[in-house]
Structures are given as structure tokens and as C-alpha cells.
């Protein structure tokens, strides 16, 4: 069983900055691939990164060049930094780990672009 609590989303100008983290519970965190998901206010929920626990991460094209998706496998955390934000970037942010046929959600963290 893993835990997944995410913080730090807030309300920012567009062209600012947050960086979100999820700390996750549990002794093989190593394992997990995790991934950052959003959902915006009326809309389907969609991908935005991935961490591997093996390769390159990978983005969605709308942030692509401005979020960085990161691990600390000795913190058991994932860390969401988001440059460059705009109005659009607006949504309930969730951090998901997944480990064969498992996969966890945490509950989110709003973040509000105001443009």
C-alpha cells in the first residue's frame, strides 16, 4: 500500500513559479514509477509528467520546457517544479505511482494561475 500527499500549490501571477512536492509512504518507493496528472475546472483529467525508475522523464507538450518532474528516492518525494505558468496551467494537480498492476492516487493540490 502507498500513500501519495501532495503540497505546495498556491495562488500565483502568470510567469511565476511553484514547485509542488508528493511525499509518498512505504519501503520500495524506488520501485514505483511516478507521474504527475492535472485537472482543470469542467475538463477530463491529462497527463503532464513522468518519472521512470529507469530513463529520461517525459512531458506533456503544454509544459514541456516549463515543468521539471523529479525524484528523491532517499526522501520517498517527487517534486513538481512549474516555471513560466499561465492561466491555463489552472487545475487540481495529483501526483500517481504506479508498480505492475498497482497504481495509487493522491488527492491533489490546487494550483491557480491568475492572469
Known amino acids: 500500500q502507498v500513500q501519495l500527499v501532495e503540497s505546495g500549490g498556491g495562488l500565483v501571477q502568470a510567469g511565476g513559479s511553484l514547485s509542488l512536492s508528493c511525499a509518498a509512504s512505504?519501503?520500495?518507493?524506488?520501485?514505483?514509477?511516478f507521474a504527475w496528472f492535472r485537472q482543470a475546472p469542467g475538463q477530463d483529467r491529462e497527463f503532464v509528467a513522468a518519472?521512470?525508475?529507469?530513463?529520461?522523464?517525459n512531458y506533456a507538450d503544454s509544459v514541456k520546457g516549463r515543468f521539471t518532474i523529479s525524484r528523491d528516492n532517499a526522501k520517498n518525494t517527487v517534486y513538481l517544479q512549474m516555471n513560466s505558468l499561465k492561466a491555463e496551467d489552472t487545475a487540481v494537480y495529483c501526483c500517481?505511482?504506479?508498480?505492475?498492476?498497482?497504481?495509487?492516487w493522491g488527492k491533489g493540490t490546487l494550483v491557480t494561475v491568475s492572469s
Open positions: 500517481y505511482a504506479a508498480l505492475l498492476s498497482r497504481d495509487y
Open positions: 512505504g519501503r520500495t518507493f524506488s520501485d514505483y514509477a
Open positions: 518519472a521512470p525508475t529507469g530513463g529520461r522523464p
